[in-house]
């Protein structure tokens, strides 16, 4: 029998289960899909930067770095023309199709290189698009255009840097046109980095002028230091440059090859070795050996008298080498790496010394030097040695004159021949010499010489063999008007002994002139003293210098 109580009483509970079902259970909540059913977030778009790295055929190096670490994407190379005008889905397509599509496949940021046979001259760009689960995202981000240079071409010159040592070298040169002729330098790379190739070979080519042609090189060809291009310096970089000639021009672009020379010795553990012969009164024959050739040093000689001012030892000759180079500092020569540059010698020197004192004791001296002159190690000194006494020779020489005249008329008649007497008194003169006099110099001066208690004769032979006119039997000079002049002239016997010094005065005025009709109107050569040598006393203590004469 039907219950209406129990029946209502289902009911009830059925409406309660229905109402629980709809309001989603006890709790309260404004998510409308507490479960994760509905439409899912909004995720940012990814960006990437691209960094492109060296290029080659073979491929391209690259760096990707997302802005999420997290993103997954694709990396390829597309030539620049296959993208122009191509929707982005198309293209997205295309690199789906791609077979090796997970090899292209990256994660967060990475460093690859793409391998892939590039074209040269072809412009490319490098692709990224953003890919995750199984599809592109439509992030995508290209690169900048970038091309492969085309391989170079043969080189036109091919160097072998063998026998390199300290100081020089020698270099093979083999020319791609055997024909072609070319020119070949060796110059310090700080140089030639500083310029440009086409600023080098302006360099050269201005350097040779209209001669240029007879400098050139044709076929292989081998250049060294001692033939071809001078010493070099220990420890630096160097290269070795061709270019072709032809036309006054350039016929190739400069080839260019880099090698460094070998580094300067330890002058600590240097020594010297000094050889001294044939010592007369006034003279002497000097080597030095170092026992590393390498080495940079200043050697020369010194008094007796001057040593002892420095104390007598080699570590005084560090205070003498100081002054030493600032006694040769001059107009030309402004600084002491400057002095250095033209004293400072490497490897076995010598030097024939003409100029001496008589009954004098000297000593040779080296120190290894830094380029500014500074001592690098304790300086050498050599044993003393001492000139002979003088012994005064019976060989004399004298010069005769009598007569001078207006160079000036002399000049208005022939302005070649005459050009170094115009405004001067000619005076021509003959040298007369003994029998025994195997050698003679002659010197004209401006200076007084008359005092011979100032001016010695040994004091003016020094000039004499050092600035005067050796040999030859005819002088000719220009002598400055009312101005008094001295001839001077000395002789040398076999044994190598000086004669007394000869000495004669002159004033020439223009009251005194000879007529130029006495010469018979007959051309002279042009002199070689028409130019006075200005003397001054040297004082005992004065410096020797022997930069000038120095054998390099």
């Excluded at 040593?307 to 100081?322: D, F, P, Q, V």
Aim: aromatic content about 10%; proline content about 5%; some cysteine.
């Amino acid at each position: 029998m039907f219950n209406m109580k129990k029946s209502l009483s289902l009911l009830r509970l059925l409406t309660a289960a229905i109402l629980l079902s709809a309001s989603g259970g006890c709790s309260e909540t404004n998510d409308p899909d507490p479960e994760g059913g509905g439409d899912p977030p909004v995720k940012e778009p990814v960006t990437y930067t691209i960094t492109l790295g060296e290029t080659s055929e073979q491929g391209a190096a690259v760096k990707v770095t997302p802005s999420d670490e997290t993103a997954t994407y694709y990396c390829g190379i597309h030539s620049e023309a296959s993208l122009l005008g191509i929707p982005t889905a198309t293209l997205l397509r295309q690199i789906a199709s791609l077979d090796d599509l997970d090899e292209r496949l990256h994660t967060g940021t990475e460093e690859f290189t793409i391998a892939e046979t590039l074209t040269p001259v072809t412009s490319y760009k490098i692709v990224v698009a953003g890919y995750d689960d199984k599809e592109f995202t439509g992030d995508i981000a290209l690169s900048e255009a970038f091309a492969v240079e085309p391989p170079a071409g043969p080189a036109a010159f091919t160097f072998e840097v063998k026998e390199k040592s300290f100081d020089n070298t020698v270099i093979d040169i083999t020319p791609l046109a055997a024909e072609v002729p070319y020119f070949a330098e060796v110059k310090e790379a700080a140089v030639c980095d500083a310029m440009t190739d086409d600023a080098i070979i302006s360099e050269i080519l201005n350097l040779y002028g209209s001669m240029a042609e007879w400098f050139t090189y044709t076929g292989p060809t081998t250049i060294t230091s001692s033939g071809d291009f001078g010493t070099l310096v220990p420890g630096t970089d160097y290269y070795v440059l061709a270019f072709g000639y032809a036309d006054g021009a350039a016929a190739t672009e400069l080839t260019k090859h880099k090698f460094t020379t070998d580094p300067e010795g330890d002058p600590t553990a240097n020594t010297f070795a000094f050889d001294i012969s044939g010592v007369t009164a006034r003279s002497a024959s000097i080597q030095v050996e170092p026992s590393d050739k390498s080495v940079r040093y200043i050697w020369d000689i010194v008094t007796d008298a001057e040593y002892k001012k420095y104390g007598s030892n080699a570590e005084g000759i560090r205070s003498y080498l100081a002054d030493y180079i600032k006694g040769q500092i001059d107009d030309f020569f402004t600084t002491p790496e400057e002095v250095v540059s033209v004293i400072g010698v490497r490897g076995d020197q010598w030097f024939d010394y003409e100029q001496l004192k008589p009954a004098t004791t000297y000593y040779v001296w080296a120190a290894c030097v830094d380029a500014a002159g500074n001592a690098t190690a304790a300086p050498a000194v050599s044993p003393a040695f001492t000139t002979e006494a003088a012994v005064v020779s019976t060989a004399t020489a004298t010069v005769e004159f009598e007569k001078y005249y207006n160079g000036s008329e002399l000049y208005a008649i022939d302005d070649v021949t005459y050009k170094n007497y115009n405004n001067k008194a000619y005076l021509p003169a003959k040298v007369l010499h003994s029998a025994d006099a195997v050698k003679w110099y002659t010197l004209y001066t401006g200076t007084d010489v008359g005092d011979t208690e100032l001016y010695t004769d040994d004091l003016l032979i020094q000039y004499l063999v050092t600035q005067g006119t050796p040999d030859g039997e005819e002088r000719r000079y220009g002598l400055t008007w009312n101005a008094k002049a001295y001839i001077l002239a000395v002789a040398q016997d076999a044994e190598g002994h000086y004669g007394p010094v000869f000495r004669k005065s002159i004033t020439p005025s223009l009251s005194g002139v000879s007529p130029i009709s006495d010469l018979g109107f007959v051309t002279a050569d042009a002199g070689t003293q028409s130019t006075p040598v200005m003397l001054r006393a040297v004082t005992p203590a004065a410096p020797l210098k022997r930069t000038a004469h120095v054998v390099r």
